[in-house]
């Protein structure tokens, strides 16, 4: 079961994970450097940004943790 994600070369803790954005970021500013993005929240207020493949393998690492979690609660 993971309990680490990669994402923007960050290692990052699944429990840390707030939400994540299921639309790229586009606010249409001509300077924006994350345009076309997956906004990652994490705890304490900080966001690290991903890529489509970053975005999916995280959801499916949390996915895959929970249903980790749900089947260890389900045995005890």
């Known amino acids: 079961m993971p309990v680490f994600c990669n994402i923007d070369d960050k290692h ?13 970021h586009f606010c249409g500013d001509g300077e924006c450097q994350r345009e076309g993005q997956y906004e990652i929240r994490l705890e304490q207020s900080e966001s690290v940004w991903a890529s489509l493949p970053e975005h999916d393998a995280a959801v499916e690492a949390l996915q895959c943790w929970l249903l ?6 389900e045995s005890n």
């Open 68 to 73: 980790g979690q749900q089947q260890e609660d």
């Open 12 to 24: 990052i803790p699944l429990y840390r994970i707030v939400w994540i954005a299921d639309l790229p």
